[in-house]
């Protein structure tokens, strides 16, 4: 999968950069003062990505001296997959220099800025109450939550706290969006493996990767999603208020790709191939920079909205299913 080789290649770049930073000396912390950077779940690669690239030995100035300097490993308690990561990457984090903590509050207490990395998005909620807590700004990777009644909830305690977070898949900042006029466009398709995972709303765990970049080019405003599903194949189609039209495909056979078509008044524009880790890492030192999400909570809300009617119009045999009912039967479950 080009996603996958091309993650690898971000992650042989940064382990070059990184070579003898169990050595690194990070000098007098007060110097950190303001970056320094906790990782909530070391289960996920994202979390050995950034770390290697943000305490590499000559960083590059975008990632404006932050360093990673404290994690707590513990991530999914069920998740094969992400489980049993946990040990590797605690001991590769640990060579970068890094402080492995027992606690979330611990955590807090040592850190600026965190980087919430927990690959299972169920316990987000519960984790992420104690950075906020503390008044400390949060980058939450993907799925937000393992529901979008927590979704909406931490949103909630972001707003409740003063706080600012926001979400994002990497998939938001592949090429050809960059650029793009938005004004522009008519309509699009998206394409990304979507694999399940049974613990979560179907696209909660790998077709984000997809329906992420659909929204980022096609803005809020969707009202209604019809899904036809397959073994092999999602696809959904959603119909926004004025009238475009946008569609993602999930694959679960075949070569496995991301990209898409934006259509535009002034013709097609083809997105991908996939950018690796980096932009996203910039935004989100761009936001522990200002406090000023780069994604906003509206539409995060909306991504998870449509990925959730989908999920409704499977079970109804792909009828069309609003946003807003899905988003008032979670606002109900917070009640």
Wanted: neutral net charge.
């Amino acid at each position: 999968m080009r996603y996958n080789q091309d993650r690898r290649t971000f992650m042989k770049s940064a382990a070059i950069t990184g070579l003898g930073l169990s050595a690194l000396n990070f000098g007098d912390l007060q110097s950190l003062a303001g970056k320094r950077v906790g990782i909530i779940g070391l289960d996920t690669s994202h979390s050995v990505a950034f770390a290697k690239v943000l305490n590499a030995a000559e960083p590059d100035t975008a990632y404006m001296g932050y360093r990673v300097v404290a994690a707590y490993p513990k991530g999914s308690p069920d998740i094969e997959s992400s489980t049993k990561r946990v040990p590797e990457y605690t001991e590769t984090v640990k060579k970068l220099g890094v402080e492995i903590v027992d606690s979330i509050p611990a955590l807090v207490d040592k850190v600026d800025v965190v980087l919430l990395e927990t690959n299972d998005g169920r316990p987000h909620l519960e984790q992420v109450l104690p950075v906020l807590k503390a008044g400390k700004r949060v980058f939450v990777d993907k799925p937000i939550a393992g529901s979008l009644a927590d979704a909406v909830a931490i949103f909630e305690a972001s707003e409740r706290y003063n706080v600012p977070l926001f979400s994002a898949s990497s998939l938001r900042y592949t090429k050809g969006i960059e650029g793009l006029d938005k004004s522009t466009v008519v309509g699009a398709d998206t394409f990304s493996p979507a694999s399940l995972e049974k613990t979560h709303p179907d696209l909660f765990w790998y077709g984000i990767h997809g329906v992420e970049p659909l929204f980022t080019v096609m803005g809020t405003g969707c009202q209604s999603v019809k899904r036809i599903y397959t073994e092999q194949t999602d696809i959904v189609v959603g119909l926004w208020a004025d009238g475009r039209v946008g569609t993602f495909r999930g694959t679960r056979s075949g070569k496995h790709e991301y990209g898409g078509t934006v259509f535009t008044q002034n013709g097609n524009v083809v997105l991908g191939p996939y950018a690796g880790y980096e932009p996203l890492l910039k935004e989100i030192i761009q936001f522990f920079e200002s406090g000023k999400p780069p994604v906003s909570p509206q539409e995060t809300l909306e991504i998870y909205a449509f990925m959730e009617a989908a999920d409704e119009s499977k079970r109804q045999g792909g009828a069309a299913v609003t946003l807003e009912s899905v988003m008032k039967k979670a606002q109900s479950k917070r009640n």
